[in-house]
């Protein structure tokens, strides 16, 4: 049984980026949909990428931003973070980086993948997802995103 009891009126699966061509020339997406996840304690992302017309080799970048804040532009990247090797008796040095994530294209058609859970605990406000073509830019393909939140 969940932590939460949701209104009934409240949805927990949304559209974060509607299946489009990505920006040209490699661009991020400009506006990323904004979206708030306050009461929710995970978010999945459910994505489809077809690569462009006559571009082999088609690859998208996404990026996931989150705010602690409910309103305004504070935003900050997830990041990675790769521990270091343990040795008895000498410091550690452990790596943290921001990070956006690649996904190749493998065919021709749409092509669905999943990315998570997240997990947002009560910690993050909103989150937005930008993307941007980073395979054969001059023929952008189409992505879509939807989230579902439990």
């Not at 690569?51 to 990675?80: C, H, K, R």
């Not at 605990?121 to 439990?150: D, H, K, N, W």
Request: glycine share 8%; proline share 5%; hydrophobic share 45%.
């Amino acid at each position: 049984m969940s932590e939460y009891v949701f209104a009934p009126d409240m949805t927990n699966r949304v559209t974060a980026r509607v299946a489009a061509i990505l920006p040209a020339a490699g661009a991020w997406d400009p506006t990323p949909i904004e979206l708030q996840c306050a009461p929710y304690q995970f978010v999945t992302l459910f994505m489809v990428y077809t690569e462009g017309v006559q571009a082999a080799d088609g690859a998208v970048d996404f990026m996931v931003e989150i705010s602690p804040d409910s309103v305004g532009n504070t935003w900050y990247q997830l990041t990675e973070y790769s521990p270091a090797l343990l040795a008895v008796g000498v410091d550690s040095d452990s790596f943290i980086q921001r990070e956006y994530i690649t996904y190749t294209a493998t065919a021709d058609t749409i092509e669905k993948f999943v990315y998570g859970a997240i997990e947002l605990r009560g910690t993050i406000q909103r989150i937005r997802i930008a993307a941007r073509e980073s395979g054969v830019v001059g023929t952008p393909g189409i992505f879509g995103i939807e989230l579902l939140f439990s």
